[in-house]
């Protein structure tokens, strides 16, 4: 098991920026991939980033390609996901998400944890 626990969403202005953490606990977080997925009221959740267990590989929906930064701290267990230039439509609970194959994923239904979701509110 792994129990995932999302923070730092928040309101922001248009043009801001502001950091998600996922921390995780419970098995070993080695070999674990971490994605993170946003949805909106009446809206599917949405792809936003993946990265691998190493941190070698990264990808980003093309909607927030040179914007959003995902990374993390095997050390500390934990994964973030920087966000600048914030718009409007980026305003969405954000979920992060883990595969312990390792393998990055755009799908949600490749994940296996999830955490409970953290608001991010973009304002005009």
């Known amino acids: 098991q792994v129990q995932l626990v999302e923070s730092g969403g928040g309101l922001v202005q248009a043009g801001g920026s502001l950091r998600l953490s996922c921390a995780a606990s419970?098995?070993?977080?080695?070999?674990?991939?971490v994605g993170w997925f946003r949805q909106s009221p009446g809206k599917e959740r949405d792809f936003v980033a993946t990265i691998t267990w190493s941190g070698n590989t990264t990808l980003y929906a093309d909607s927030v390609k040179g914007r959003f930064t995902i990374s993390r701290d095997n050390a500390e267990n934990t994964v973030y996901l920087q966000m600048n230039s914030l718009k409007p439509e980026d305003t969405a609970v954000y979920y992060c998400?883990?595969?312990?194959?390792?393998?990055?994923?755009?799908?949600?239904?490749?994940?296996?944890?999830w955490g409970q979701g953290t608001q991010v509110t973009v304002s005009s």
């Open positions: 998400a883990a595969r312990v194959s390792g393998l990055g994923s755009s799908w949600y239904n490749n994940y296996d944890y």
């Open positions: 419970g098995r070993t977080f080695r070999g674990v991939a």
